[in-house]
């Protein structure tokens, strides 16, 4: 195994747009911070609603209280080991029909590792009200 470096500074996630898929890359680290090249396993990876906080795994980052959204956007990806990137993958997620103001990405090998993203996002509605709208009163 080659120690990488990721990208400095990380790349962050930004706000999203309901109705529209998006790519995101997903790197395997190893416990120090760097790529673990020789990676190739079988993941699925989940769009989390973490807008509630019950109990916090700092050694997984994920909490017991974020739930899938609805309907959930789940799938499988795979790390293989003829990939070039060597550890990293970009993953397509499908249009989320909802807006979400606190999302997370979790992805779990098997029943044994999970980790979740550090950053979370938005998914913003894909149409803005027109001016005005977002206060106007309807009278009787």
């Given at each position: 195994?080659?120690?990488?470096?990721?990208?400095?500074?990380?790349?962050?996630?930004?706000?999203?747009?309901?109705?529209?898929?998006?790519?995101?890359?997903?790197?395997?680290?190893?416990?120090?911070?760097?790529?673990?090249?020789?990676?190739?396993?079988?993941?699925?990876?989940?769009?989390?609603?973490?807008?509630?906080?019950?109990?916090?795994?700092?050694a997984?980052?994920?909490?017991?209280?974020?739930?899938?959204?609805?309907?959930?956007?789940?799938?499988?990806?795979?790390?293989?080991?003829?990939?070039?990137?060597?550890?990293?993958?970009?993953?397509?997620?499908?249009?989320?029909?909802?807006?979400?103001?606190n999302?997370r990405?979790?992805?779990?090998?098997?029943?044994?590792?999970?980790?979740?993203?550090?950053?979370?996002?938005?998914?913003?509605?894909?149409?803005?009200?027109?001016?005005?709208?977002?206060?106007?009163?309807?009278?009787?």
């Open positions: 195994d080659s120690n990488f470096p990721l990208p400095t500074p990380i790349p962050h996630i930004y706000t999203k747009l309901a109705g529209t898929g998006f790519n995101l890359q997903l790197a395997a680290l190893k416990t120090d911070g760097t790529r673990l090249t020789s990676y190739s396993k079988t993941v699925v990876v989940e769009l989390l609603d973490s807008s509630v906080s019950n109990v916090f795994d700092p997984t980052n994920c909490d017991s209280g974020w739930v899938s959204l609805t309907p959930p956007v789940s799938f499988s990806a795979d790390f293989a080991p003829s990939n070039p990137n060597q550890g990293v993958i970009t993953v397509m997620f499908p249009a989320v029909l909802n807006a979400y103001g999302v990405v979790r992805v779990k090998e098997g029943t044994t590792k999970t980790g979740c993203s550090t950053d979370y996002f938005a998914i913003r509605p894909s149409a803005r009200p027109p001016p005005g709208d977002r206060f106007r009163i309807a009278g009787p």
